[in-house]
């Protein structure tokens, strides 16, 4: 099903002016990032400041010997905070790029609503085997393969909610972008807390009581969630071959994912480096209580919903004077202002204290003006690949997107090992450096890019000015 409307009158398929099918979507997707972003917060401060630090916990750990060999084969001798960080790169590469097998999967094999199940079902059963040392990585491959599943099928559901034409599609993504954000902000605060009180293995498992709510959800909803469209077989026994238009398309997004990719790298690691940093470099005392390093990752998720409806506004002023940029613009703009924010946590030495701790003020900055950069930049990319895809591949191209996530996760977790040799501030400068160069280059870019990721399939023209994309 492409472009058609689930059945049924406006007034009973709706909710808020949107399909029921939309906040189904966006709900599971919600559990979704409270189980992961739980796993964010908590995954390298467990593995540096516990797990790692005992060696006769770590010889429990099944295939970890093994595991290690191969990681230092490649890149040499690892302290633990070095192999923490180039674990969490990997696991977090695949969480992102194994969505491109998942969405593969949900196109060709086995259909988009049972890779959702499936890759919930998976998830949480990683999440409580987190609970023992022994099935540590085992947990670990379990989230990662079920996060493929899930999440390379359940945003490439959102386009056959709505017809071709319909105006709702328009911030649809920006509506599904809160849900992530919502369980963003809640994990951190929620498995942190848990996790300080009653330990990490607690921590973990409200994680995964999280992901089996969102399995609940899904299954619950599928009567608004659109048929799986059946495939008539072509006689050749093969699907008709892309139109021209759609190969065009095709080529942009594939052109413009290095980009992406520069701008994840900077992105990862604030799920990575950043929460040493504020551990090791950052003065966290407020008024005698010591603030716990995974809430910092809940201002993530808290700042969308302040800034999407912020930038939403300012798009609507900008249209109305016939100024709003396009999409690729508003992708540079979001890239160079992450950058930029990524920079100011170079001068933590120059704001130190005589304890040789920045102010907890600048972290806060940081989450302020990075955040407003994401809202045009995360969201906008996801809607790019979600709605320039052809159908036939849409599952799998939105993989792709989650595969410079990936490319990003892996250079941030090589990195790691800089962050320890170069120091902090040259270190969150060359990442600056990286994610604003990726701006610009979007930005030099967009004649080009804007002709190839046109829709109308007649003439390569400009991409249309749209608020979500």
Same mark, same amino acid.
């Given at each position: 099903m492409d472009g058609t409307a689930a059945?049924?009158?406006?007034?009973?398929?709706?909710?808020?002016?949107?399909?029921?099918?939309?906040?189904?979507?966006?709900?599971t997707e919600f559990w979704d990032r409270i189980s992961f972003h739980g796993m964010v917060a908590m995954l390298v401060l467990y593995m540096t400041g516990d797990l790692l630090l005992h060696p006769d916990r770590v010889a429990t750990i099944i295939g970890f010997a093994p595991y290690r060999a191969a990681l230092e084969a490649l890149s040499g001798t690892l302290s633990p905070q070095a192999l923490a960080l180039q674990t969490f790169g990997y696991y977090y590469a695949c969480?992102?790029?194994?969505?491109?097998?998942?969405?593969?999967?949900?196109?060709?094999?086995?259909?988009?609503?049972?890779?959702v199940g499936g890759g919930a079902a998976m998830m949480t059963a990683g999440h409580f085997a987190l609970a023992f040392d022994r099935t540590f990585l085992i947990a670990l491959v379990l989230l990662m393969c079920g996060a493929g599943l899930l999440r390379g099928n359940l945003s490439a559901q959102i386009k056959s909610l709505y017809a071709d034409g319909d105006p709702r599609e328009v911030n649809a993504f920006q509506y599904?972008?809160?849900?992530?954000?919502?369980?963003?902000?809640?994990?951190?605060?929620?498995?942190?807390?848990?996790?300080?009180?009653?330990?990490?293995?607690?921590?973990?498992?409200?994680?995964?009581?999280?992901?089996?709510?969102?399995?609940?959800?899904?299954?619950?909803?599928?009567?608004?969630?659109?048929?799986?469209?059946?495939?008539?077989?072509?006689?050749?026994?093969?699907?008709?071959?892309?139109?021209?238009?759609?190969?065009?398309?095709?080529?942009?997004?594939?052109?413009?994912?290095?980009?992406?990719?520069?701008?994840?790298?900077?992105?990862?690691?604030?799920?990575?480096?950043?929460?040493?940093?504020?551990?090791?470099?950052?003065?966290?005392?407020v008024g005698g209580f010591e603030v716990p390093v995974p809430w910092f990752q809940s201002l993530d998720g808290l700042a969308p919903g302040l800034f999407i409806p912020l930038v939403l506004w300012i798009w609507s002023l900008?249209?109305?004077?016939?100024?709003?940029?396009?999409?690729?613009?508003k992708l540079a703009i979001g890239s160079v202002?992450? =950058? @930029?924010?990524?920079?100011?946590?170079? %001068?933590?030495?120059? +704001?130190? !204290? $005589?304890?040789?701790?920045?102010?907890?003020? #600048?972290?806060?900055?940081?989450?302020?003006?990075?955040?407003?950069?994401a809202m045009y930049y995360a969201p906008v990319v996801l809607g790019l690949y979600g709605t320039r895809a052809p159908q036939s591949l849409r599952g799998t191209l939105v993989g792709v997107n989650y595969m410079a996530v990936a490319a990003g996760s892996v250079l941030?977790?090589?990195?790691? =090992? @800089?962050?320890?040799?170069?120091?902090? %501030?040259?270190?969150? +400068?060359? !990442? $600056?450096?990286?994610?604003?160069?990726?701006? #610009?280059?979007?930005?030099?870019g967009a004649p080009l890019l804007n002709r190839l990721l046109a829709q109308d399939e007649d003439k390569a023209a400009s991409l249309p000015q749209t608020r979500s994309c």
């Open positions: 059945a049924g009158t406006p007034e009973k398929t709706d909710l808020f002016g949107q399909p029921k099918g939309l906040w189904i979507l966006s709900g969480v992102t790029g194994l969505p491109l097998v998942g969405g593969w999967m949900g196109d060709r094999v086995i259909g988009r609503k049972l890779a599904y972008y809160l849900g992530i954000n919502f369980g963003a902000a809640a994990a951190p605060i929620l498995s942190g807390s848990v996790a300080a009180i009653w330990g990490w293995h607690a921590g973990f498992a409200v994680a995964g009581f999280g992901m089996l709510i969102g399995l609940a959800l899904y299954l619950a909803g599928q009567r608004w969630l659109p048929a799986e469209r059946q495939r008539a077989p072509q006689p050749s026994g093969k699907r008709p071959p892309l139109t021209p238009g759609e190969r065009r398309r095709v080529l942009g997004l594939l052109l413009i994912w290095p980009m992406v990719v520069g701008y994840w790298t900077a992105q990862a690691q604030i799920w990575n480096v950043y929460n040493i940093w504020l551990r090791d470099t950052v003065n966290l005392d900008q249209a109305r004077r016939g100024r709003e940029p396009d999409v690729l613009t202002i992450f =950058g @930029l924010s990524v920079g100011l946590l170079a %001068a933590g030495p120059l +704001l130190a !204290n $005589a304890q040789g701790r920045a102010p907890i003020a #600048l972290p806060l900055l940081f989450h302020v003006t990075s955040n407003f950069g941030s977790g090589w990195m790691g =090992g @800089l962050y320890e040799s170069m120091g902090p %501030a040259p270190f969150w +400068l060359l !990442n $600056a450096a990286i994610c604003t160069g990726a701006g #610009l280059g979007i930005a030099l």
